[in-house]
């Protein structure tokens, strides 16, 4: 752009148009989180409808997904919402923690244990194929993170349990399925029964446009990456200045510190606190809404607590 161009610009006003499009722009990223994520969208009465098709492993990588297992609750000293260390299958203290509360021998005890239990989250590349909420999507890799019951049904398929069945790889481009994802409210969760995989069929015709859409999917490992977590003596200070444990040394992270003056300063005056919004999306990112496979989740969980 010449010089002249740009006193051109000026007068029309074009390059404050310009700059507050990109700060709106800037704005909206930033309050939208990952952009790599894809969410079903439903309808004020809870129905959501998509298809989508699960993508194989990234290039250099072994699996096409992760298995991601978090903490998000509030305490008397603020908020927890951290990654848990037995997703790396190492000690953590959390679920230390909950074992001590689920084997003590009181109800209170239990019912604490549950409310701080572990959320356990998969992750995925996903196609886009078809979101009739957001058709921008369509044709797009993103990242798609589900729960138990969805990856329940991706097991089936692979192990289909009657004879009549063939066993599909849903990760396959060429042997795979699309699979379409339906949801709706059920006495008040998030129920996907209704969710199914098409035909198998390959997910397009064209190889190198196949490949094309390989070549741009997201690493899953990074999710677990150690850099990911926090040590176990990071999250033990946390957790223990959540609890209000008398004696606890305040631990601040810059995040925490974030997170809390946040809350202060949103909730100050207010008999009801309401979660900070810089803590909106990842929870929303950990529980997104509460479906019904956090119980069946929570069985296995707590079977496992009462074997420690």
């Known amino acids: ?100 509360l689920w084997n003590n021998g009181t109800d209170s005890g239990k019912d604490q244990a549950r409310k701080q239990k572990r959320k356990l989250t998969y ?33 089936a398929a692979m192990q289909p349990e009657f004879e009549d069945e063939e066993a599909i790889d849903p990760f396959d481009f060429w042997q795979g399925a699309n699979f379409k994802l339906k949801a709706k409210n059920v006495a008040g969760y998030r129920n996907y029964d209704s969710s199914e995989f098409a035909r198998q069929d390959a997910l397009l015709e ?37 609890l209000g444990i008398k004696g606890t040394t305040k631990f601040q992270d810059q995040e925490s510190v974030q997170e809390e003056e946040e809350f202060r300063q949103q909730n100050r005056g207010e008999s009801a606190p309401s979660v900070p919004q810089s803590m909106k999306e990842e929870l929303d990112s950990l ?5 019904d496979d956090d119980d069946d989740d929570t069985l296995s969980y707590f079977a496992a607590l009462a074997a420690d």
Not at 287 to 291: A, G, Q, R
């Open 287 to 291: 529980s997104p809404t509460k479906t």
């Open 206 to 242: 064209d190889d190198e446009a196949m490949e094309a859409i390989w070549k741009k999917e997201y690493s899953l490992e990074e999710f677990v990456a150690p850099d990911q977590f926090k040590s176990y003596d990071e999250l033990k200070k946390r957790l223990d200045y959540v």
């Open 123 to 155: 992750v995925a590349n996903i196609y886009v194929v078809k979101d009739p909420a957001n058709p921008s999507n369509e044709g797009q890799v993103m990242l798609y993170k589900f729960g138990k019951k969805i990856f329940d049904k991706i097991t």
């Open 1 to 100: 752009m010449s010089f002249a161009d740009l006193k051109k610009q000026s007068k029309l006003g074009s390059l404050t148009q310009k700059l507050v499009k990109e700060v709106e722009k800037m704005n909206n990223a930033g309050s939208s989180g990952d952009e790599r994520l894809w969410k079903l969208e439903c309808d004020k009465g809870g129905n959501g409808y998509a298809v989508i098709r699960f993508l194989p492993a990234p290039e250099g990588e072994d699996l096409p997904f992760q298995k991601l297992y978090s903490h998000a609750f509030q305490g008397p000293g603020g908020w927890y919402i951290e990654n848990s260390l037995t997703t790396l299958s190492q000690k953590d203290p959390m679920s230390e923690y909950n074992t001590m």
